[in-house]
Nanobody, 125 residues
Framework: VQLQASGGGLVQPGGSLRLTCATS????????TGWFRQAPGKEREFVGA????????YYADSVKGRFTMSRDNAKNTVYLQMHSLEPEDTAVYYC???????????????????WGQGTLVTVSS
């Protein structure tokens, strides 16, 4: 199983980026996908998750209304569209796969079976 996160880069405050999580070695519609981020000196934190069908999404309060997740199972890809980026969004962003999509647990690192290597997002003027 491999996950490849990409799309990070340097963007000015207020700008937008789209991150991509490409997977291989799994049947994508058997897994929910989560995005997490880790800023320097901080713990990895939940950003959002999308169910295996794409029909349900769940976001952290800090990104709600600014970030949107979607998926294309035919392409084995999940997207994280980020708008109105703030310096506080600067972090390495990781995607993970989970066989469950339960709102009370999907925020936890422990429910994810596989992780990608991360892509760096820097929001700065």
């Amino acid at each position: 199983v491999q996950l490849q996160a990409s799309g990070g880069g340097l963007v000015q405050p207020g700008g937008s980026l789209r991150l991509t999580c490409a997977t291989s070695g799994v049947t994508p519609d058997h897994y929910a996908t989560g995005w997490f981020r880790q800023a320097p000196g901080k713990e990895r934190e939940f950003v959002g998750a999308i169910s295996w069908s794409g029909g349900s999404t769940y976001y952290a309060d800090s990104v709600k209304g600014r970030f949107t997740m979607s998926r294309d199972n035919a392409k084995n890809t999940v997207y994280l569209q980020m708008h109105s980026l703030e310096p506080e969004d600067t972090a390495v962003y990781y995607c993970g796969l989970s066989t469950s999509f339960i709102i009370t647990t999907i925020r936890g690192l422990g429910v994810y079976d596989y992780w990608g290597q991360g892509t760096l997002v820097t929001v700065s003027s």
